[in-house]
């Protein structure tokens, strides 16, 4: 069993290194956990540069009210899809 899920986690480890998708994780205070190494090729930031930080600092202040609603608009529907699972 435990090797099964290592190489679980392997797979779907190497699904995200690899991808050309820029892929994060983020906790619930809009905090960065983790950015996929094509973070770096699609915006020129080193992922070990920006975990820790707010991804709301990257954006420029004339788009923070589109980007803030968006973001609302994000974690209403994923409250949604929740509470239907």
Not at 6 to 20: C, H, M, N, T
Not at 48 to 60: A, F, Q, S, T, Y
């Amino acid at each position: 069993m435990e090797e099964k899920l290592q190489q679980s986690e392997r797979y779907f480890r190497s699904l995200i290194e690899d991808s050309s998708d820029a892929i994060a994780i983020m906790d619930g205070d809009i905090t960065m956990r983790y950015f996929s190494p094509s973070f770096e090729n699609m915006l020129g930031y080193k992922p070990e540069d920006r975990v820790g930080k707010n991804p709301l600092e990257l954006v420029h202040p004339d788009d923070m009210a589109r980007v803030a609603e968006t973001f609302t608009d994000l974690i209403q529907t994923l409250c949604i899809m929740m509470r239907l699972s």
